[in-house]
């Protein structure tokens, strides 16, 4: 393969002619005359921008006895054009308008491309109809233009694909290997081709230069390769070279090898290449000219020299992204052709940085054996999705790591457990941190904890992130459900992630004298102004959700129906990103539902609120993340913070800031996901940060009579996804949803029945008349308590006008609590106080939660000894924050003991024994030996023979447990056939064992003496 470079240059300039060129072509001509002139065809690949010639029959006498090869042109780099928004003339996959090009050996754009092949066409020497054009003629000149153009150059006609009947500019365009489209030979029989590409049309100033690169290339010629195969070879050559001249010759490479650490234990080895955290990151965030980080392929290896070939692959690891097993071309010599197979192993499996090893793959899985070498390597790979890669995955050469499976060294101990437990230490919120247990070498002994955090983020005007070191969590608003004319809504703006855009935040404040709630809001932007999009909404009260409309420049959320029940109560966020410059205007409505109309017997009417935001600057956009992390208690360190990834998916993904993942690896890791850290695999899991919407389940738990006990609804008719509660007015900057935790009723109380004022027992709560007005503390018939803390709690209550009889009017006297006239209990989450009142548990306090009712109008009735249980799905709270959630736990560090060392004495051994001709770790008939194991640091080996006579001394000085006797004497000559003792020393544990070791040497011709 070779490369032409030409250069075009338009030096009308020069002499003050100033002629613009245009429709202008560039091609390339060749006459190839492959081997035997008169027997060739051509083809063309429109997708490769390649033109060849390959021979008609399998035999060609100027290369025999080869057979012949294919000869091919391709524009590498052809004219440099404008890109045109919504085109892809080159077929990269890339709207031309944001396409690069190359020239003068660099990358040029957004909007350059170089043309690719427009045209190939053909003639034959001496034909009538498609001959060679006349050599210095007028007409010469315009049968090549029409040839340029993809024309026949005599009659100027478009050619016409003989397989399809329609025109194209490509003459000859079929899969000759395939036997599809038109071929060559179905116009004119096999002769003396001249073949031509060409690119164009483009325009050249006065001044313009124009580079064009021609690569030429030839494939095939070898045994076992015929004509056709031939093609196919050269077609696998220009994409690679392609590829190479696209990238500068700067060639894609593997990603950077895992950082491999083998960890032998006993029967079993342990591969870990996730605690090199800077390695991880330099592996996984592999991303250059295509080629991005895919998985990883685990193997294991017949010896220590052994090719990847001759291994097991024994799993792969890879992202969860759709790309699963890739198949790729290759040359596959032992046929001669390209063919295609599968390449890499992916299953969409997720990512892991660890694999624990039982059993011996290369033998047929029998269970590894304390002793014998074993071989592995743990491997990266890439992939480009181009369909144009060769190739298109790269994977990491093997390195290949020793490892010998065995038992602990004497008197050193270590946690056998494969996880470690974890434990709740403070809170009540639901999570399920895990702890497993990578390399029991590395664990330290000390204390752990789990901790939880909100962290905020700002950007500014380039999009970039910051971390802010304090955390604000916003305030809730008074929630009246009271015309809405009153209303007010707020609206900031801020600079989007997307530069260019804004990103709007309005929240509504609903004002109503008569109960009303909002149907809908409507902003209106004046013109100018682009809506990109807008969030939907949750409606708490309703318990539904709503989309936005966009029409121009009018977004709606929910509508003006007068619905009575709209979805709009006040503190709602609508949030909507849009482009356009300020400062602005935003016109807004919110429509009244009607309720007060219908229900309250007002006479105010239906009145919608009006009103208009004035933008004028914008601000950073803050973003709150949830968090966990892992602090070291015993040193007061923090080992792991920041962290997104929960269940194996990474809640910040793509968001804001974006996640603690690897942005390549997305956001799903995979359900097994962990982090490496002090040996031990960690994770979170199963936890929400957000305060649940509902019930997780709820239910009478004991009966103590006759009764039924339920609750009305799901919890948020008159309670909120923030758990504010539908009377509180005022927090005082608390946020409730960190106090909503399980809750049991216990009906310890005593009346005359259930709908009079209670005797004794229950518990003392604070009463409220409908209007909300304060009567006085009252017993009644249950006990509230909190099961998880094992506390009773306070709770007020308001009376609801059910039967409209008194004393139940809205300015009534509230004298007892009753279940058959719906009163709302408001829990109040702190200790519960005999001598309760309004001051301290009431309408305004900053820890009620939600509203809660039984079931009136007989549909539930009470007992003494019932009880009834609501199970939330406790939400995590902050670490940091009062009543916030943490686990610990603790591990045992590998330790040693001299007093277990001395007992280990009795595990020492040696193997094979007896010795039998051969040892299968030897290599060759010069490498015979056998091992002693368990030893510990400092032993003197001496082996006798059975007349007492001394035969070796060894001496081992530190080192591993295992020493090797190579079966030879003090002279370095092989010992005889028989049964030898040997005496083990160990002075530093003051202790010895003998051994006895039969040896049956092979029939021996000794080469040296």
Same mark, same amino acid.
């Given at each position: 393969?070779?490369?032409?470079?030409?250069?075009?240059?338009?030096?009308?300039?020069?002499?003050?002619?100033?002629?613009?060129?245009?429709?202008?072509?560039?091609?390339?001509?060749?006459?190839?005359?492959?081997?035997?002139?008169?027997?060739?065809?051509?083809?063309?690949?429109?997708?490769?921008?390649?033109?060849?010639?390959?021979?008609?029959?399998?035999?060609?006498?100027?290369?025999?006895?080869?057979?012949?090869?294919?000869?091919?042109?391709?524009?590498?780099?052809?004219?440099?054009?404008?890109?045109?928004?919504?085109?892809?003339?080159?077929?990269?996959?890339?709207?031309?308008?944001?396409?690069?090009?190359?020239?003068?050996?660099?990358?040029?754009?957004?909007?350059?491309?170089?043309?690719?092949?427009?045209?190939?066409?053909?003639?034959?020497?001496?034909?009538?109809?498609?001959?060679?054009?006349?050599?210095?003629?007028?007409?010469?000149?315009?049968?090549?233009?029409?040839?340029?153009?993809?024309?026949?150059?005599?009659?100027?006609?478009?050619?016409?694909?003989?397989?399809?009947?329609?025109?194209?500019?490509?003459?000859?365009?079929?899969?000759?290997?395939?036997?599809?489209?038109?071929?060559?030979?179905?116009?004119?029989?096999?002769?003396?081709?001249?073949?031509?590409?060409?690119?164009?049309?483009?325009?050249?100033?006065?001044?313009?230069?124009?580079?064009?690169?021609?690569?030429?290339?030839?494939?095939?010629?070898?045994?076992?390769?015929?004509?056709?195969?031939?093609?196919?070879?050269?077609?696998?050559?220009?994409?690679?070279?392609?590829?190479?001249?696209?990238?500068?010759?700067?060639?894609?490479?593997?990603?950077?090898?895992?950082?491999?650490?083998?960890?032998?234990?006993?029967?079993?080895?342990?591969?870990?290449?996730?605690?090199?955290?800077?390695?991880?990151?330099?592996?996984?965030?592999?991303?250059?000219?295509?080629?991005?980080?895919?998985?990883?392929?685990?193997?294991?290896?017949?010896?220590?020299?052994?090719?990847?070939?001759?291994?097991?692959?024994?799993?792969?690891?890879?992202?969860?992204?759709?790309?699963?097993?890739?198949?790729?071309?290759?040359?596959?010599?032992?046929?001669?052709?390209?063919?295609?197979?599968?390449?890499?192993?992916?299953?969409?499996?997720?990512?892991?940085?660890?694999?624990?090893?039982?059993?011996?793959?290369?033998?047929?899985?029998?269970?590894?054996?304390?002793?014998?070498?074993?071989?592995?390597?743990?491997?990266?790979?890439?992939?480009?999705?181009?369909?144009?890669?060769?190739?298109?995955?790269?994977?990491?050469?093997?390195?290949?790591?020793?490892?010998?499976?065995?038992?602990?060294?004497?008197?050193?101990?270590?946690?056998?457990?494969?996880?470690?437990?974890?434990?709740?230490?403070?809170?009540?919120?639901?999570?399920?941190?895990?702890?497993?247990?990578?390399?029991?070498?590395?664990?330290?002994?000390?204390?752990?904890?789990?901790?939880?955090?909100?962290?905020?983020?700002?950007?500014?005007?380039?999009?970039?992130?910051?971390?802010?070191?304090?955390?604000?969590?916003?305030?809730?608003?008074?929630?009246?459900?009271?015309?809405?004319?009153?209303?007010?809504?707020?609206?900031?703006?801020?600079?989007?992630?997307?530069?260019?855009?804004?990103?709007?935040?309005?929240?509504?404040?609903?004002?109503?004298?008569?109960?009303?709630?909002?149907?809908?809001?409507?902003?209106?932007?004046?013109?100018?102004?682009?809506?990109? #999009?807008?969030?939907? %909404?949750?409606?708490?009260?309703? &318990?539904? !959700?709503? *989309?936005? =409309?966009?029409? +121009?420049?009018? @977004?709606?959320?929910?509508?003006?129906?007068?619905?009575?029940?709209?979805?709009?109560?006040?503190?709602?966020?609508?949030?909507?990103?849009?482009?356009?410059?300020?400062?602005?205007?935003?016109?807004?409505?919110?429509?009244?539902?009607?309720?007060?109309?219908?229900?309250?017997?007002?006479?105010?009417?239906?009145?919608?609120?009006?009103?208009?935001?004035?933008?004028?600057?914008?601000?950073?956009?803050?973003?709150?993340?949830?968090?966990?992390?892992?602090?070291?208690?015993?040193?007061?360190?923090?080992?792991?913070?920041?962290?997104?990834?929960?269940?194996?998916?990474?809640?910040?993904?793509?968001?804001?800031?974006?996640? #603690?993942?690897?942005? %390549?690896?997305?956001?799903?890791? &995979?359900? !097994?996901? *962990?982090? =490496?850290?002090? +040996?031990?695999? @960690?994770?979170?899991?199963?936890?929400?940060?957000?305060?649940?919407?509902?019930?997780?389940?709820?239910?009478?738990?004991?009966?103590?009579?006759?009764?039924?006990?339920?609750?009305?609804?799901?919890?948020?008719?008159?309670?909120?996804?923030?758990?504010?509660?539908?009377?509180?007015?005022?927090?005082?900057?608390?946020?409730?949803?960190?106090?909503?935790?399980?809750?049991?009723?216990?009906?310890?109380?005593?009346?005359?029945?259930?709908?009079?004022?209670?005797?004794?027992?229950?518990?003392?709560?604070?009463?409220?008349?409908?209007?909300?007005?304060?009567?006085?503390?009252?017993?009644?018939?249950?006990?509230?308590?909190?099961?998880?803390?094992?506390?009773?709690?306070?709770?007020?209550?308001?009376?609801?006008?059910?039967?409209?009889?008194?004393?139940?009017?809205?300015?009534?006297?509230?004298?007892?609590?009753?279940?058959?006239?719906?009163?709302?209990?408001?829990?109040?989450?702190?200790?519960?106080?005999?001598?309760?009142?309004?001051?301290?548990?009431?309408?305004?306090?900053?820890?009620?939660?939600?509203?809660?009712?039984?079931?009136?109008?007989?549909?539930?009735?009470?007992?003494?000894?019932?009880?009834?249980?609501?199970?939330?799905?406790?939400?995590?709270?902050?670490?940091?924050?009062?009543?916030?959630?943490?686990?610990?736990?603790?591990?045992?560090?590998?330790?040693?003991?001299?007093?277990?060392?001395?007992?280990?004495?009795?595990?020492?051994?040696?193997?094979?024994?007896?010795?039998?001709?051969?040892?299968?770790?030897?290599?060759?008939?010069?490498?015979?030996?056998?091992?002693?194991?368990?030893?510990?640091?400092?032993?003197?080996?001496?082996?006798?023979?059975?007349?007492?006579?001394?035969?070796?001394?060894?001496?081992?000085?530190?080192?591993?447990?295992?020493?090797?006797?190579?079966?030879?004497?003090?002279?370095?000559?092989?010992?005889?056939?028989?049964?030898?003792?040997?005496?083990?020393?160990?002075?530093?544990?003051?202790?010895?064992?003998?051994?006895?070791?039969?040896?049956?040497?092979?029939?021996?011709?000794?080469?040296?003496?």
């Amino acid at each position: 393969m070779f490369f032409r470079k030409y250069v075009f240059k338009n030096i009308t300039d020069r002499n003050g002619t100033n002629v613009t060129f245009e429709d202008m072509y560039v091609t390339m001509w060749a006459d190839i005359d492959l081997g035997e002139a008169g027997d060739d065809f051509i083809g063309t690949d429109t997708v490769l921008s390649l033109q060849y010639s390959y021979n008609a029959n399998a035999v060609d006498d100027v290369y025999t006895p080869l057979p012949p090869p294919a000869v091919g042109f391709d524009f590498f780099q052809g004219p440099l054009v404008d890109g045109v928004a919504g085109q892809d003339i080159n077929k990269n996959g890339v709207d031309d308008a944001a396409d690069f090009g190359i020239f003068n050996g660099v990358k040029v754009g957004p909007g350059k491309i170089n043309l690719p092949m427009t045209a190939a066409y053909y003639f034959a020497n001496g034909d009538p109809t498609i001959g060679d054009p006349p050599q210095g003629t007028l007409d010469g000149s315009r049968q090549f233009y029409n040839f340029f153009q993809g024309r026949f150059g005599i009659s100027g006609a478009i050619f016409t694909d003989l397989s399809t009947g329609q025109p194209t500019t490509y003459a000859l365009n079929g899969d000759p290997q395939a036997g599809t489209g038109w071929l060559d030979g179905l116009q004119l029989p096999a002769g003396d081709r001249r073949n031509g590409l060409s690119s164009g049309p483009f325009t050249m100033l006065p001044g313009d230069i124009q580079e064009v690169v021609v690569a030429e290339m030839v494939a095939g010629a070898i045994p076992g390769t015929d004509r056709l195969s031939a093609i196919g070879i050269l077609k696998f050559f220009d994409k690679a070279a392609q590829q190479a001249y696209d990238n500068f010759f700067d060639l894609p490479n593997a990603p950077p090898a895992p950082s491999l650490n083998a960890i032998a234990l006993e029967n079993k080895i342990v591969l870990d290449w996730g605690s090199n955290a800077t390695a991880v990151a330099a592996t996984e965030s592999n991303n250059a000219k295509g080629f991005t980080f895919q998985g990883y392929n685990v193997y294991q290896l017949p010896s220590a020299s052994a090719l990847v070939e001759a291994g097991k692959r024994l799993i792969t690891y890879d992202r969860i992204d759709g790309v699963g097993k890739i198949e790729d071309e290759f040359f596959d010599a032992s046929t001669g052709v390209v063919a295609i197979k599968v390449i890499q192993f992916g299953e969409d499996f997720g990512i892991q940085r660890s694999f624990t090893i039982t059993q011996d793959a290369i033998k047929g899985g029998i269970p590894l054996v304390n002793g014998i070498k074993y071989y592995f390597a743990v491997t990266a790979y890439n992939f480009n999705p181009s369909p144009t890669a060769v190739p298109n995955n790269l994977e990491n050469p093997i390195a290949i790591v020793t490892v010998i499976p065995q038992s602990l060294d004497p008197g050193v101990t270590q946690t056998a457990a494969a996880a470690v437990t974890v434990t709740k230490s403070s809170g009540t919120g639901d999570a399920a941190p895990t702890v497993k247990i990578v390399d029991p070498t590395k664990v330290t002994g000390h204390n752990y904890e789990f901790f939880f955090n909100n962290q905020d983020y700002i950007n500014d005007a380039n999009g970039n992130w910051t971390k802010v070191t304090t955390s604000t969590k916003r305030d809730g608003n008074p929630l009246y459900p009271t015309d809405v004319s009153p209303s007010t809504m707020t609206m900031s703006a801020v600079f989007g992630e997307v530069g260019g855009t804004l990103e709007l935040v309005a929240e509504l404040t609903l004002v109503s004298p008569d109960f009303d709630f909002a149907d809908g809001v409507r902003f209106d932007f004046p013109a100018g102004v682009t809506i990109n #999009s807008a969030d939907g %909404i949750h409606c708490a009260v309703r &318990g539904d !959700d709503i *989309s936005p =409309t966009i029409v +121009g420049t009018t @977004v709606l959320w929910g509508d003006s129906s007068r619905s009575t029940f709209g979805c709009f109560s006040g503190g709602e966020i609508l949030i909507l990103n849009v482009s356009g410059t300020l400062p602005f205007d935003v016109a807004w409505t919110v429509y009244d539902d009607a309720y007060g109309d219908l229900y309250a017997g007002t006479t105010l009417g239906i009145i919608d609120a009006h009103g208009t935001f004035n933008l004028t600057t914008a601000g950073v956009k803050r973003v709150t993340q949830n968090q966990w992390g892992l602090k070291d208690v015993t040193l007061g360190t923090t080992l792991l913070e920041n962290q997104t990834v929960f269940g194996g998916i990474d809640t910040e993904f793509g968001s804001g800031p974006g996640g #603690s993942s690897e942005p %390549i690896l997305g956001g799903n890791l &995979g359900p !097994d996901y *962990s982090i =490496t850290v002090d +040996g031990l695999g @960690v994770a979170m899991s199963g936890l929400t940060f957000s305060a649940p919407i509902t019930f997780l389940s709820h239910g009478q738990t004991k009966e103590g009579g006759s009764t039924s006990l339920d609750f009305w609804g799901d919890g948020q008719l008159f309670g909120f996804p923030t758990g504010q509660s539908f009377f509180v007015s005022d927090f005082s900057g608390v946020v409730p949803s960190d106090y909503i935790e399980d809750l049991e009723f216990r009906f310890t109380g005593e009346a005359p029945d259930n709908d009079s004022p209670v005797t004794s027992g229950g518990q003392i709560a604070v009463g409220y008349d409908r209007s909300e007005a304060f009567n006085a503390p009252i017993r009644v018939p249950f006990e509230l308590w909190q099961p998880e803390r094992n506390r009773q709690i306070n709770f007020f209550f308001v009376s609801r006008n059910a039967d409209g009889a008194a004393p139940w009017g809205n300015a009534g006297t509230v004298t007892h609590y009753r279940m058959s006239g719906r009163d709302y209990i408001n829990p109040s989450m702190s200790d519960y106080d005999e001598n309760v009142t309004s001051a301290t548990v009431g309408i305004n306090s900053n820890n009620v939660t939600w509203v809660l009712f039984f079931r009136q109008s007989g549909d539930s009735q009470w007992s003494t000894g019932d009880e009834y249980l609501i199970k939330y799905a406790n939400n995590i709270i902050p670490t940091d924050m009062a009543g916030g959630d943490s686990y610990t736990f603790s591990t045992t560090a590998q330790a040693f003991n001299s007093a277990t060392a001395t007992t280990d004495v009795e595990k020492i051994n040696v193997f094979p024994n007896p010795y039998y001709a051969v040892n299968t770790e030897e290599l060759n008939k010069y490498q015979k030996f056998v091992t002693f194991n368990h030893l510990p640091a400092n032993v003197k080996i001496r082996i006798f023979n059975l007349a007492g006579v001394q035969v070796r001394i060894i001496d081992k000085v530190g080192g591993s447990q295992f020493q090797r006797w190579d079966l030879s004497n003090e002279s370095g000559l092989p010992v005889a056939s028989g049964i030898y003792i040997a005496f083990i020393d160990m002075p530093d544990l003051g202790t010895t064992k003998i051994l006895k070791i039969a040896v049956i040497q092979e029939e021996q011709i000794l080469d040296r003496f």
